[in-house]
């Protein structure tokens, strides 16, 4: 089990909040623009639909992507290393199902101040990337938990 495997999917999380935390500070200080989406019915309920649709599906999928009944067989493998392998990709459609509801929701707060749903969704989305930093002992923990589940099925 490579740790600079883990280390890179621990820096592409970190990632995601600097990231945001940076274009944000930026846009606060009026380095970034802001207010750049011209508002209009149609746009506004474009952008909070879409900020709502990308936090409910990337908030459930990243935190449930662990119990799906395939992640649960991949990382309840006979071989480590076959598990190991599952986990390193889990964790990265985890970050990425998390990360792109915060970039968008930081994104489109600045772009469309109008935009409501947006400020309530970035709320979400930011606790549910609390939930995705991957780490080695997740991974022994879901494997133990599937490894005991598998064998009583």
């Known amino acids: 089990m490579s740790s600079k495997v883990l280390i890179s999917l621990k820096l592409s999380y970190l990632a995601v909040w600097i ?11 009026g380095v970034c623009p802001t207010d750049y989406i011209s508002g209009a019915p149609t746009t506004d309920y ?24 395939c992640s649960a067989r991949k ?5 480590p290393e076959e598990a190991w392998n599952w986990y390193k990709k889990m964790a990265a459609m985890r970050t990425l199902l998390l990360g792109l509801p915060v970039v968008y929701d930081v994104l489109i707060y600045y772009a469309a101040p109008y935009a409501t749903s947006v400020k309530y969704c970035l709320l979400i989305a930011l606790v549910g990337l609390l939930f995705g930093w991957p780490s080695k002992a997740e991974f022994e923990a879901l494997r133990i938990k599937n490894t005991h589940t598998s064998a009583h099925d």
Not at 19 to 29: D, I, K, Q, Y
Request: no cysteine.
């Open 19 to 29: 990231g945001t935390g940076v274009w944000a500070f930026l846009s606060e200080m």
């Open 75 to 79: 990382l309840s493998a006979e071989a």
């Open 46 to 69: 474009t952008l909070n639909l879409l900020a709502i649709a990308l936090t409910i599906g990337g908030f459930y999928l990243g935190l449930r992507l662990p119990a799906f009944k």
